[in-house]
């Protein structure tokens, strides 16, 4: 009968991912179930991590081999101590715990390719007098955080490439592409954009391609291996014709990260834009690409673009040399206090007009901005706010200013009496403050005939008659000031 029902080995996972990097921590524990009492020589628990080549080459009839070792780590903690006594374990259920902290220093990821792999894993060993060895292992998935540069690694990538065409066509192709940046996380999406110009007699079609290179080295010698990730191709571009094209390629989220810091295997990714040409070589422009672990992709920015392009840019890129023009940026807001204007020319205003009673309050502001005055409200009797001059009608039509026409001589209507101060309220005289503004009984109400022109006077131009003063017209509010202000 058997004396061990089981031997098992378990690990604590620090994320959703399971993954573990430098300077981490390994908590485990190991469990040893007896059917009865044993003697054990030892039991200890190994972490270590290697990274290991091998491939051969036949040449006639000699092969060779080529192999590489490499060891980053190894650290063995003993559960059951090893001496010279053996040690009595009862009957039953024993748990064992341990804790191995990772080194820190620049490891690579862990990788399993058809000639070589990275491998980190946990191996636990029950050792017993004249009795095999009882052992189990469990593999750590291991993420190196190891990326110099990483700032650098977000900027966008420009190239451009130009091809003459040759025999069987004329003319040439220029190929300008720009891609957002150069680090990406597993699951993030890479936004290209391309602008083709086919001045050439012959069409061609825009492909991209996202490609995994790998090469193993040992023995000062080589192997290289390919992969393609993904491809994509575009419409067809015809002769003599000019294509801006925009795509997105999402990187798979189980897409291990770039190895770039290991002696025998690196593990890196490029993206390939060309144009498929007929009876011809394909014009390419490639872009290194470096897969980062999801932790160590930045954030969304405030104020920042999503995309090759600044914040504030819109649409594709610009290829002229003149400045973009003025985006609109909607309708301006019904009321001047409810926020700033949208125009960045509206100027605004320091301090608000007055308002009286019966009449809305004007403001100033940028042509359309608000409604014209209506058709009583043109005349210059019925409203105490000065408004700006126009020889062309409202004020609000035009923001140019032209020279004043000749100003008609106002000559009141033949139905209007003329309109005499009345004697209790002499003119530069105080007097108390008058009810709510209403029309003297005594003066009719100013209604303009067809025959009357309006009021649209320019005061100032440079006509000799003197503007008439609205003291003469109403009784001011304010003492010592006959002239509406």
């Known amino acids: 009968m058997p004396s061990i029902q089981s031997f098992t080995m378990t690990y604590d996972a620090l994320n959703e991912e399971g993954t573990f990097s430098e300077g981490d921590t390994i908590t485990g524990k190991i469990t040893l179930v007896l059917f009865k009492a044993t003697t054990v020589e030892s039991l200890f628990v190994k972490a270590k991590g290697d990274a290991d080549v091998r491939w051969t080459k036949k040449s006639g009839d000699h092969t060779r081999t080529y192999s590489s070792h490499r060891r980053y780590f190894k650290l063995k903690q003993f559960l059951i101590p090893e001496n010279s006594q053996e040690t009595v374990v009862p009957r039953g259920t024993h748990v064992y715990n341990f804790v191995f902290n990772i080194p820190q220093g620049s490891m690579p990821s862990s990788f399993k390719g058809t000639h070589g792999k990275i491998v980190y894993k946990l191996e636990a060993k029950l ?8 052992t189990v292992e469990k593999d750590i998935r ?12 977000m900027s966008r990538q420009v190239g451009s490439k130009k091809k003459e065409m040759g025999l069987f066509s004329s003319g040439y192709v220029i190929m300008d592409v720009i891609v957002d940046k150069k680090a990406y996380a597993p699951g ?21 391609r996202l490609g995994q290179d790998v090469v193993y080295r040992a023995n000062g010698s080589t192997k290289h291996e390919g992969n393609v990730i993904h491809k994509l191709a575009d419409q ?33 990714y490029h993206l390939k834009v060309y144009l498929d040409i007929s009876f011809a070589f394909d014009p390419e422009i490639i872009f290194p690409l470096v897969i980062i672990p999801k932790d160590l992709a930045p954030g969304p920015q405030p104020h920042e673009a999503a995309g090759p392009y600044p914040a504030g840019a819109v649409g594709g890129p610009s290829y002229s040399d003149f400045p973009p023009s003025a985006v609109s940026m909607g309708p301006y807001p019904t009321s001047p206090h409810s926020g700033s204007y949208r125009n960045p020319r509206a100027q605004r205003n320091s301090t608000p007009p007055p ?51 000749t100003a008609p001589a106002f000559q009141p209507s033949p139905s209007a009496p003329p309109f005499q101060p009345p004697p209790s309220a002499p003119q530069l005289h105080p007097f108390p403050p008058p009810p709510p503004f209403q029309t003297s009984p005594t003066a009719p109400t ?12 320019d005061f100032l131009s440079q006509s000799d008659e003197a503007p008439p003063a609205y003291s003469l017209l109403f009784p001011s509010s304010a003492p010592d000031e006959p002239d509406a202000k």
């Open 142 to 153: 291991f993420v190196s955080k190891s990326f110099p540069n990483l700032p650098a690694l």
């Open 236 to 268: 067809l571009i015809p002769s003599r014709t000019q294509k801006d094209i925009r795509c997105t390629v999402k990187i798979p989220g189980d897409l291990m990260p770039s190895i770039q810091n290991c002696e025998s295997i690196s593990v890196e």
């Open 355 to 405: 308002v009286y009673p019966g009449n809305p309050p004007v403001y100033a502001g940028s042509p359309g901005m608000y409604p014209a005055h209506p058709t009583h409200m043109s005349g210059g009797y019925n409203n105490p706010v000065r408004q700006r001059p126009s020889p062309y009608g409202s004020p609000f039509s035009s923001p140019v200013l032209h020279p004043p026409p």
């Open 127 to 134: 050792s017993r007098s004249w009795k095999m060895d009882r």
């Open 188 to 208: 993030e999406t890479m936004v290209i954009v391309a602008k083709i110009n086919n001045s050439s007699s012959t069409e061609m079609t825009p492909k991209f």
């Open 446 to 457: 100013y209604n303009p005939l067809p025959s009357a022109p309006m009021m649209n006077t």
